[in-house]
T-cell receptor
Framework: EAQVTQNPRYLITVTGKKLTVTCSQNMNHEYMSWYRQDPGLGLRQIYYSMNVEVTDKGDVPEGYKVSRKEKRNFPLILESPSPNQTSLYFC?????????????FGEGSWLTVV | AQKITQTQPGMFVQEKEAVTLDCTYDTSDPSYGLFWYKQPSSGEMIFLIYQGSYDQQNATEGRYSLNFQKARKSANLVISASQLGDSAMYFCAMMNSGYSTLTFGKGTMLLVSP
């Protein structure tokens, strides 16, 4: 089954404790990205990757890192999480970037930082 | 700049009836893509339907159809024969050529009653 898989789905962590949210897709997609969803602010893009080894900042990259060493994986790293990073996070992918490509989302990762 | 407007915060519909969720967009780019996503209370973001700006026909996917009126810059989602499982938040989103991010509307909460 074609899908975007995120882990963990739910996590409560403490301020300053490094964590990684993994994202993997099995559709051979070149384009992957991360969004966060917050009440009143909607969905905002954190980082995106056009292909392996190519990443770029989205609208709200502060406090996050990403890497794209393999085509299928695009982990989101919070080096020192803070409470304002409490959010619902989505990984997304599409065959390529740009118009004409359907963007598929993972199931979301609920992150709480206390 | 691109913008998506969903003017209906909430909609109610009875089971088996059709419902239209409104979406208007603003862009000066002639090439763009419009998406609809469903987000149930469990949080995942489910792709429903896609319409490209150059597509001649309105997109359809099962019970979902997109009423695309380019001159009016509207891309309304029509759900035929509503089911209880259709109760969810629905988001309209747009991607422009040359961009790598989706711009989302604020969403419409749909409640389907028996």
């Amino acid at each position: 089954e074609a899908q975007v898989t995120q882990n963990p789905r739910y996590l409560i962590t403490v301020t300053g404790k490094k964590l990684t949210v993994t994202c993997s897709q099995n559709m051979n997609h070149e384009y992957m990205s991360w969004y966060r969803q917050d009440p009143g602010l909607g969905l905002r893009q954190i980082y995106y990757s056009m292909n392996v080894e190519v990443t770029d900042k989205g609208d709200v990259p502060e406090g996050y890192k990403v890497s794209r060493k393999e085509k299928r994986n695009f982990p989101l790293i919070l080096e020192s999480p803070s409470p304002n990073q409490t959010s619902l996070y989505f990984c997304a992918s599409s065959l390529q970037a740009g118009v004409g490509n359907t963007i598929y989302f993972g199931e979301g990762s609920w992150l709480t930082v206390v | 700049a691109q913008k998506i407007t969903q003017t209906q915060p909430g909609m109610f519909v009875q089971e088996k009836e059709a419902v239209t969720l409104d979406c208007t967009y603003d862009t000066s780019d002639p090439s763009y893509g419009l998406f609809w996503y469903k987000q149930p209370s469990s949080g995942e973001m489910i792709f429903l339907i896609y319409q490209g700006s150059y597509d001649q026909q309105n997109a359809t996917e099962g019970r979902y159809s997109l009423n695309f009126q380019k001159a009016r810059k509207s891309a309304n989602l029509v759900i035929s024969a509503s089911q209880l499982g259709d109760s969810a938040m629905y988001f309209c989103a747009m991607m422009n050529s040359g961009y790598s991010t989706l711009t989302f509307g604020k969403g419409t909460m749909l409640l389907v009653s028996p």
